[in-house]
């Protein structure tokens, strides 16, 4: 950790109420340790002889990018599958063939923990290397309590290293196991009485998630879950109203939930609820651009409403094998939208709120030094391109990480 | 340049009416100083005691990627078009206050040589890092002969660094620029009388572009250019049928054009007589999502006529602000419905016939050693992922660049 100061930079601070992006222009920022100790002109700052500094020549600042709904850990791919589609195999006809996203289950229950950890390591790298620091990622390929807990566990290893922040959910309630096809109540029971008390005394999880559909979980079944899940003390949030409206956001809203995520069919009711709960809209364009769906999201209503909008990769291997949450940026904006500030924002404050994390997300005295300084010449830089990468410095956890070479060192 | 061999590979080779891909399984590729020497079983590898080997531990060698279709070089950014526009200003209002293309040319007009050249150098570093290791260059946003030239000859600088190649293409007949508002004939007169015999003498242009549109050029206007250009002995290429039909894919054909690109309104005329023609239909995909479009080029006619489909990037500021190729596979794919091995082929066997280039785009005896080795589990893998940047190593010109810390060096 360093004692650093960053000066001639434009933050981008996302602090609301203020300028377009909580823009300061041309200012500095001192970062002491592990968190933000100082921002102001950069006439101002106070003496730090013995600190290092970096000159931005007017570069952008960021808070570090959050991923708040990803499935990064997961056994085999759909690779195949991807391919057979596209060559005019229906989805029935792969479903029978085993495909979907049961392989998916078979194939990490199949897997060695660390085999795991390798497959989930690499994907992870691609996020990180466009500025990602804190990244959501969702159990829900085991179904079974064993695998359940030991994707948990690769998501806490993949903790450890201290480069990005891993912010664990338990999906139990993803899809219901072949085992239990004739027997959704002792599915239900198991998540209850075995899978969430496991998870709780490990402390693998800090939320509980479910997916509320027709070919998911109902509006009765999730509700079981997340009684039991806040008894446990555990935050909820909840895939709502992608393919149909089941009033599962009113339902996560009820719950206090910290996000309601996708939501193409969200009705108004939903979003008057979402308000009033706190909750935030997870707006999920990869899902959305893969599948080809055509219906949006109600965004006009979410921005009446005031409800905060955050924006996921939902890394997953079958409806979003996305790698880049920058992309993600400009398909909220291209596919949903959003404006440039809007979507910047779903990726930083609105994204550490679905999260519930209050240390990150802004630029702001005394929170997390968790940054990235961009190679850009306009805020909406960041949203306007598609691919690319202008990283130059990451900060996390107070340790610098600078661009060599094209990588972060 | 060195003597390699590659073994324990699998060569997607593209090669036509063999396997998927023209797969080569677990096999060996020779490479001598800049051409693929020898390709066979790895048990019977000719011997080379003095050449370095590598053993790609089943990795997939395809050839360098290839984009037929871009606008790379140009002044200026339309960053701020994009944020207003997203914030509700109307295309007209945006038009009003000097927005859109011309803005671009004003920018470029007044940009140096030299910052072209730099800001041209750091787009083109993004698709380099992808693999990509030969790239079509449109001038087009200069529009007077002084600027035109100031284009390609950046477009001829940038060829200089030998890690990739630059096809650069004169695009005089883009839009018309503001000092001929009123005399359509005289920049026509312009095109063919000034620039297209010194961009010539200079050899600055292998082809020459136009776009066929109600808001860009007539088909009498294109064919008096395309006349022109054959009589320079250049190869002829047109934007045609993006936004309605104009006869525009026909006209190509007639002067045997390499390419017609974009072709959203091609009608079944248009390609019957591309593919009599042997042009190239090249799809630009970052385009049609960029711009919301919802006509789909006709992909089923084109498979049933068996014209070959190339894929762009279109890289440019305003529809297709685009720095990565692998994305346009993906986009080809997931859009256009287009298999991943049209998609692959659209990136290497079929955007070097776009160009006219028959040294490279599948991997053969005797043509360049023009290579890229992934890190995947599968062909399909690099139109799957949405992000990511598998590269392991990137063969150009008979130089080896490998993957280090994320760059290739």
Redesign the interface.
């Known amino acids: 950790m360093s004692n650093h100061i960053w000066t001639d930079v434009n933050l981008l601070t996302m602090q609301e109420d203020g300028e377009a992006y909580g823009l300061l222009q041309d200012v500095a920022l001192v970062q002491e340790s592990d968190y933000i100790a100082w921002i102001g002109p950069k006439d101002d700052i106070p003496n730090h002889y013995d600190y290092e500094m970096t000159y931005c020549d007017g570069g952008y600042m960021t808070p570090g990018l959050i991923d708040p709904h990803t499935h990064l850990i997961y056994g085999g791919?759909?690779?195949?599958e991807?391919?057979k589609r596209?060559?005019g195999t229906s989805y029935e006809e792969i479903a029978k063939e085993g495909g979907g996203i049961l392989s998916t289950v078979t194939a990490t229950r199949e897997t060695t923990e660390n085999d795991l950890l390798q497959s989930a390591k690499k994907?992870l790298a691609?996020f990180r290397?466009?500025g990602v620091t804190t990244i959501e990622i969702k159990s829900g390929y085991g179904l079974d309590t064993k695998t359940e807990i030991k994707m948990l566990s690769v998501a806490k290893k993949l903790n450890l290293s201290n480069k990005i922040d891993i912010i664990p959910t338990f999906l139990g309630a993803h899809t219901l196991p072949p085992e239990f096809r004739d027997n959704r109540t002792g599915y239900i029971g198991l998540i209850i009485n075995d899978m969430l008390p496991k998870i709780t005394d490990l402390r693998l999880a800090k939320a509980v998630d479910g997916f509320c559909e027709n070919i998911g979980f109902s509006y009765e079944e999730i509700e079981r879950v997340f009684i039991a899940a806040k008894s446990y003390g555990l935050d909820v949030k909840l895939h709502a109203e992608q393919l149909s409206d089941q009033n599962g956001a009113a339902l996560a809203a009820k719950y206090g939930a910290l996000s309601a995520d996708h939501l193409e069919h969200l009705s108004e009711a939903g979003i008057i609820a979402m308000k009033e709960a706190g909750t935030v809209a997870v707006l999920l364009p990869?899902a959305y651009?893969?599948l080809?769906d055509t219906k949006l999201p109600p965004m006009e209503l979410l921005r009446k409403y005031g409800v905060p909008m955050a924006i996921g990769s939902d890394c997953n291997p079958g409806s979003?094998?996305?790698?880049?949450l920058?992309?993600m940026v400009n398909m909220a904006?291209?596919?949903f939208?959003?404006?440039?500030e809007e979507a910047l924002a779903g990726v930083t404050r609105n994204a550490a709120r679905a999260l519930g994390l209050k240390d990150r997300g802004v630029l702001k005295e005394g929170l997390n030094a968790d940054m990235v300084l961009w190679d850009i010449?306009?805020p909406?830089?960041l949203?306007?391109?598609?691919?690319?990468?202008p990283i130059r410095a990451v900060v996390k956890n107070g340790k610098i990480f600078t661009q060599?070479?094209?990588?972060?060192?």
Chains 1, 2 share one sequence.
């Open positions: 791919n759909r690779i195949d991807f391919e596209l060559k994907r691609n290397a466009e990869g651009y893969t080809r979003s094998p996305v790698l880049s920058k992309l904006c291209t596919i939208r959003l404006t440039p010449e306009h909406a830089e949203a306007y391109h598609i691919g690319g990468n060599k070479n094209g990588d972060l060192n």
